[in-house]
């Protein structure tokens, strides 16, 4: 019984010896990891944005850079607005609408529709006076920008709820770039 004794201390040491040798080796390479998949979804999301360009119905500027684009609704009414896509530049912010529509519907159900791809907005970035963020919403959050724009804009402001994305991460980008931070890491 000694013998049983001396070979379950010994396999409990080679457990303890074997546990912090995967500790080591996951704190070694978590953070690799976790690297590299923010670096996977980063990728995605340029390729994505790089894909609503292509398809945009506007072009942009010869020197105009994209930063970053997601899927947007804008809000003209408190529950209501045009879907589509929300690109930032290093020049413009730019809503532009992107949906299929309903033209014909026989009792509640859709039998014609046509795809709606039209420019609804687009706002230097330099005439973006305030950014405001906000978590909309009683049944799950509803991530919301809502922007006031100079006299000089087009426009006097947009409230856009953003799929996808957190509203204070668009927030940030939009300052960095009115700062001339974004244009400095470039």
């Excluded at 529509?101 to 039998?111: D, E, G, H, N």
């Excluded at 706002?123 to 405001?132: A, C, R, S, T």
Aim: aromatic share 6%.
């Amino acid at each position: 019984s000694a013998r049983v004794s001396q070979a379950q201390s010994a396999v409990d040491s080679l457990k303890r010896k074997v546990s912090a040798a995967k500790s080591s080796v996951e704190a070694t390479y978590g953070p690799l990891k976790q690297n590299i998949e923010q670096s996977r979804v980063q990728l995605q999301q340029i390729l994505w944005t790089l894909d609503q360009l292509d398809e945009a119905s506007f072009q942009l500027h010869p020197a105009e850079d994209p930063v970053s684009a997601c899927e947007a609704q804008y809000m003209e009414t408190k529950k209501d607005g045009p879907k589509g896509v929300l690109y930032l530049t290093d020049e413009r912010l730019i809503f532009e609408r992107k949906e299929e529509i309903a033209t014909k519907k026989v009792l509640f159900i859709t039998t014609e529709s046509e795809s709606v791809h039209e420019l609804l907005f687009d706002v230097l970035v330099g005439q973006i006076d305030e950014v405001k963020t906000s978590d909309k919403g009683f049944l799950g959050r509803k991530e919301m920008l809502e922007l006031q724009f100079a006299p000089e804009a087009d426009l006097g402001g947009a409230d856009l709820r953003l799929h996808g994305i957190e509203n204070e991460e668009w927030a940030g980008l939009i300052g960095r770039i009115k700062s001339g931070e974004i244009a400095k890491e470039r």
